[in-house]
């Protein structure tokens, strides 16, 4: 079974413009999460969509966007990029289980705001 | 709310050398840990779930983790370390069923010597 893939894997943008990244989870999982790494502040998770409605929302600001597709594809948008926005963006997709839900990572989308 | 906290950003092992790598946990709720591995430009692959059928959960590339509530613990250890264990490594929790979003801690670098 294919894993999560993202696309791009690259992306240098300016301060002020605005980016979108897109997630493709493993064939039949409906859930899709999205979180930001960095240096300073590792691992924060931003949202997690399911069935093609936001499920849970991290604490970031309202520049953050995302949606889901009715084949479970997942887009998230930054609009004005902040040179802090740079960063690595992973995006996860999980299957409820009885057992608790894991997350598999895609290989990230690298965003460096110049 | 749930926090995970990692003891040492980096650890040094000789090749052969026991791994340990520390993790604790603060959680409401019975809650479901993860470790997870990282290399150098990729996404974080799954090690090990913990979900209360064992304290003690055996993973992917010989490492294993033991619950230990009393000391709200999830160490993760290997008898002899390999060069391609070199790695950071992240320790997660996530709530109980019906949510998957991931609480990580701030990650251990894994450096291996010859």
């Known amino acids: 079974k294919a894993g999560v893939t993202q696309t791009p894997r690259y992306l240098i943008k300016t301060r002020g413009q605005q980016v979108t990244l897109s997630c493709s989870p493993i064939s039949g999982h409906r859930s899709v999460s999205w979180y930001q790494q960095t240096p300073g502040q590792g691992l924060q998770f931003l949202f997690e969509?399911?069935?093609?409605?936001?499920?849970n929302k991290g604490n970031f600001p309202g520049r953050f966007s995302g949606r889901q597709f009715s084949n479970s594809r997942s887009e998230m948008n930054v609009s004005t990029l902040e040179l802090g926005d740079s960063a690595l963006y992973l995006c996860?997709?999980?299957?409820?289980?009885?057992?608790?839900?894991?997350?598999?990572f895609g290989p990230g989308t690298r965003l460096l705001v110049l | 709310a749930q926090s995970v906290t990692q003891l040492g950003s980096h650890v040094s092992v000789s090749e052969g050398a026991l791994v340990l790598l520390r993790c604790n946990y603060s959680?409401?709720?019975?809650?479901?840990l993860f470790w997870y591995v990282q290399y150098p430009n990729q996404g974080l692959q799954l090690l090990l779930k913990y979900t209360s059928a064992a304290t003690l959960v055996k993973g992917i590339n010989g490492f294993e983790a033991e619950f230990k509530k009393s000391e709200t613990s999830f160490h993760l250890t290997k008898p002899s370390a390999h060069m391609s264990d070199a790695a950071e490594y992240f320790c997660a929790v996530s709530r109980d069923s019906g949510y998957s979003t991931l609480t990580f801690g701030k990650g251990t670098m894994l450096l291996v010597s010859p």
């Open positions: 996860a997709s999980s299957l409820p289980q009885a057992n608790g839900e894991t997350q598999y």
């Open positions: 969509y399911f069935s093609e409605t936001q499920r």
């Open positions: 959680s409401s709720v019975p809650p479901y």
